[in-house]
T-cell receptor, first 113, second 110 residues
């Protein structure tokens, strides 16, 4: 998991509540990513950020929001508009430009009932 | 539409044999392709990267091939061990992002 922290490991929320997932890194990487993984599914990109104060929508951004105020931090808010928020959420980092691997955090399992 | 296909059925293999996984894709022109290992409840871990102009890459007991004409990558684990049991994900890279396949589970039987 390297220098990427995601907290908490497990998160439970009631339907209709917004919830923010934390992702912090000490790798000094420019790029950060949020993915969602459902059982039997691959990773789907929610949002990504190449640089501080800038971010782009991924393939499934609806119902989510992010901010990138610091290089080390890329929090993800799951809003009440997200229809199926229960999933395993993974944060990843990347050095920046070029063909390098992504480094993943340990993930947060969110359950909304 | 863009698709990345990995076998949805688990690969059960005897210890010591070679496990071979396939990743096929359509409507992509990736600059590079990566393979990751994922254990249950954990984040993926990077294994190998191969660029579009490379045919083969090796790392210890792992080998990856990349055929951009066939739009296919093969991932081999030689002399497989029970500790190799996991799900393996292929990912296509380009434009500063990755697109992942669903993964293929490997079970190495002692």
């Amino acid at each position: 998991d390297g220098g990427i922290t995601q907290s908490p490991k497990y998160l439970f929320r009631k339907e209709g509540q917004n919830v923010t997932l934390s992702c912090e890194q000490n790798l000094n990487h420019d790029a950060m990513y949020w993915y969602r993984q459902d059982p039997g599914q691959g990773l789907r990109l929610i949002y990504y950020s190449q640089i501080v104060n800038d971010f782009q929508k991924g393939d499934i951004a609806e119902g989510y929001s992010v901010s990138r105020e610091k290089k080390e931090s890329f929090p993800l808010t799951v809003t009440s508009a997200q229809k199926n928020p229960t999933a395993f959420y993974l944060c990843a980092t990347h050095p920046g430009q070029g063909a390098y691997e992504q480094y993943f955090g340990p993930g947060t399992r969110l359950t909304v009932t | 539409s863009q698709k990345i296909e990995q076998n949805s059925e688990a690969l059960n293999i005897q210890e010591g044999k070679t496990a071979t996984l396939t990743c096929n894709y359509t409507n992509y022109s990736p600059a590079y392709l990566q393979w990751y290992r994922q254990d249950p409840g954990r984040g993926p871990v990077f294994l190998l990267l191969i660029r579009e102009n490379e045919k083969e890459k090796r790392k210890e007991r792992l080998k990856v091939t990349f055929d951009t004409t066939l739009k296919q990558s093969l991932f081999h684990i030689t002399a497989s061990q029970p500790a190799d049991s996991a799900t393996y994900l292929c990912a296509l890279g380009g434009n500063n992002r990755l697109a992942f396949g669903k993964g293929n589970q490997v079970v190495v039987i002692p």
